[in-house]
């Protein structure tokens, strides 16, 4: 996966993984078991140690999934990786999200309009409200 980039000089841990991701440990633990994030290399002490590669390829899959990319997605989108899918059946997949992420993107740009109307229109009945109240106090 290209972005988010993330660049560490020597691998860290899972804990500093997750710190540097936004994540939690068990998160990450998650979409390895899942097969979404390949199992990074361990150390002599049996850790595991996050290289850039391995980090990247997290960064990757927590940007899918905050554009809501089910587990499912994800789990499909690593196989075809794994599998030795090519560059266009990939991107096939991303394609296909990317036009769902912009259904989403304008059915909630939709129901942001309605709730600022609403807003609009209880902040102009708090106002009336306001200034017919000064009126009286003032009579």
Do not use: C, F
Not at 27 to 37: L, S
């Amino acid at each position: 996966m290209l972005l988010p980039e993330v660049h560490v000089r020597e691998p860290i841990t899972i804990s500093a993984a997750a710190k540097l991701l936004g994540i939690t440990v068990d998160t990450i633990r998650y979409y390895e078991k899942e097969g979404i994030a390949p199992a990074p290399a361990r150390s002599s002490d049996g850790w595991r140690r996050y290289d850039t590669s391995a980090l990247s390829w997290l960064a990757g899959t927590v940007m899918l999934r905050g554009t809501g990319m089910n587990v499912q997605e994800m789990r499909e989108y690593a196989a075809a990786y794994r599998a030795g899918a090519d560059d266009t059946e990939r991107l096939a997949l991303l394609e296909e999200h990317h036009a769902v992420v912009l259904q989403r993107q304008t059915e909630l740009q939709r129901h942001l309009a309605a709730l600022e109307r609403k807003i609009d229109a209880y902040r102009q009945t708090i106002a009336a409200r306001g200034a017919s109240g000064k009126a009286r106090s003032a009579a």
